[in-house]
């Protein structure tokens, strides 16, 4: 049976990775392939019970950064070992809302934590586990925010500065520029229907 293929959606918030996840799994499927959709922090119990202290705002107690970094490999290493893995080798094609570049640009650039600390983690967590292809969807902090704030309450990330988000922003582009064989750049404040087509182009030459 052939390994499913690996795919992961990043960028800052209000990027519009939601509804591109949604243009990939129709794109797959209609492809004749099984596709399953997860998220990160989260998509299994556990994983989804670290994501809730992850995300919650606190008034009684700050996280320390060293905690938030072993939360987000602890799910991680859940997610990835208990069902990525497995499904991948079952032949599914697993499309996932956030990974391991996410850490690196909030953890990483927008907390300004070491990154020799950062890799020994993810060394450890994930070893050579990597996606296939990620699709960044870049977008301006400001808007993104805006749209962030039109979904609703914010959450204990979304409630940053606005520094924090373009060093965020800063990192990631940086990454893409360093890794263009695996990380795709789009322009994620494009029409819509500009961006989808752009996802699918990408995936025609990627030859699904």
């Known amino acids: 049976m052939a390994k499913g293929l690996f795919i992961t959606l990043e960028g800052s918030e209000g990027a519009g990775k939601s509804t591109q996840i949604e243009v990939i799994c129709s794109y797959l499927k209609n492809k004749g392939r099984k596709v399953i959709c997860v998220r990160e922090p989260g998509g299994t119990p556990i994983a989804e019970d670290i994501r809730a202290l992850l995300k919650t705002p606190r008034n009684d107690d700050s996280m320390c950064d060293t905690t938030e970094l072993l939360l987000m490999y602890a799910a991680r290493a859940q997610l990835v070992n208990c069902f990525i893995k497995p499904k991948l080798s079952e032949g599914f094609d697993i499309i996932c809302d956030r990974h391991d570049l996410s850490t690196i640009a909030y953890q ?16 450890i967590v994930l070893g050579d586990f990597r996606p296939d292809l990620t699709f960044l969807l870049d977008i301006d902090p400001e808007e993104g ?41 789009i322009d994620g404040a494009q029409p819509l229907d500009v961006v989808s087509a752009n996802v699918i182009s990408c995936l025609d030459k990627f030859n699904v």
């Open 145 to 185: 925010m805006k749209r962030a704030r039109r979904r609703g309450d914010l959450d204990r990330f979304e409630q940053s500065k606005m520094d924090f988000f373009i060093r965020v922003r800063n990192t990631y582009i940086r990454c893409a520029q360093e890794d263009p064989e695996h990380i795709v750049l």
């Open 108 to 123: 990483g650039g927008g907390r300004g934590m070491n990154m020799d600390h950062i890799n020994a983690v993810r060394n």
